[in-house]
């Protein structure tokens, strides 16, 4: 007769026999979660492949069409425009000063064309492989090889601060209430989307254009990623060049107090 722990001994109830293995009851637990699991895998893919980036591609194919889509009804927007102004010009019972003063709000507000000498800047992420090009420098992070929202904000405040009289950030036309954004990077402009690089074409004298940038704190600051890290930056003279109107909405959106 074996004396093993297990054996059965005489006078021992059933329910005594019966010992304790926790090892069984783990191994419940464990399939009771990875059926869990499954039951909430399938629930929330709902048929679908849940291992793909389907839904991120659907997102932004979304962003681009709604992009599109702005772009177009901002093309719309800026022909009634042209034919509502046609219009008026013709019986309006404005004196000629008051017609003139009308062309300088449109200026100043920016929905008039502008024409001139202009300078252009042009930023470009870094390169994806890129490592730090000057010694004492640390190999970069991933962000520091992307333009970021303010480094756009720098440009376009240096611009305005050098004189310049209209100013274009990729094929729109800036005006007093234009928010210059990033998500990711891409950037956000009145409704449409855009990737690098980013083009900002400025109508005004040149040279003082070309300080101001020199000028800035945070484009000094720009330049060290320029240098060390490979990110993009060009100026360019473009000549004389026409800047287009704003052609977008003017309508102002602001919070209200909650009754």
């Known amino acids: 007769m074996s004396n093993s722990a297990d054996s059965p001994q005489a006078g021992t109830s059933p329910a005594r026999r019966r010992r304790f293995r ?9 399939f009771a979660l990875a059926g869990l699991i499954f039951f909430t895998s399938f629930n929330t893919a709902k048929g ?10 659907k997102l932004s194919d ?24 046609g219009l008026a010009e013709r019986d309006d019972g404005s004196s ?16 008039d064309e502008v024409k001139g000498e202009a300078v252009s800047v042009t930023l470009d992420d870094a390169p994806p492989d890129a490592t730090a090009k000057l010694p004492g420098y640390p190999e970069p992070e991933p962000d520091y090889l992307v333009i970021h929202q303010q480094d756009l904000q720098a440009v376009v405040n240096a611009l305005w601060q050098g004189g310049a009289e209209g100013i274009k950030v ?9 928010a210059v954004r990033c998500v990711g ?4 402009l009145q409704g449409r989307v855009y990737s690098p690089p980013y083009k900002i074409t400025a109508v005004g004298d040149p040279e003082t254009l070309k300080q101001a940038l020199s000028a800035s704190p945070a484009i000094q600051n720009y330049m060290v990623y320029v240098n060390v890290y490979g990110l993009g930056w060009k100026v360019e ?7 287009p109107g704003y052609s977008g909405t003017v309508d102002l959106h602001y919070a209200e107090p909650v009754k």
């Not at 679908?48 to 591609?57: A, F, G, P, Q, V």
């Not at 990729?170 to 234009?178: A, E, F, G, K, V």
């Open 48 to 57: 679908t492949n849940i291992r793909t980036d389907d839904s991120l591609l």
């Open 185 to 188: 990077n891409t950037l956000i």
């Open 237 to 243: 003279d473009d000549g004389a060049v026409t800047l």
């Open 22 to 30: 926790p090892v069984r009851v783990l191994t419940a637990a464990v």
């Open 96 to 111: 000629e000063s008051e017609d003139a003063d009308l062309a300088e709000l449109e200026k100043s507000a920016g929905t």
């Open 62 to 85: 979304l962003i681009q069409e709604r992009s599109r889509n702005n772009g177009e009804l901002d093309e719309t927007n800026a022909a009634l425009r042209d034919d509502i102004e």
């Open 170 to 178: 990729m094929d729109q036309r800036l005006i007093s209430t234009s």
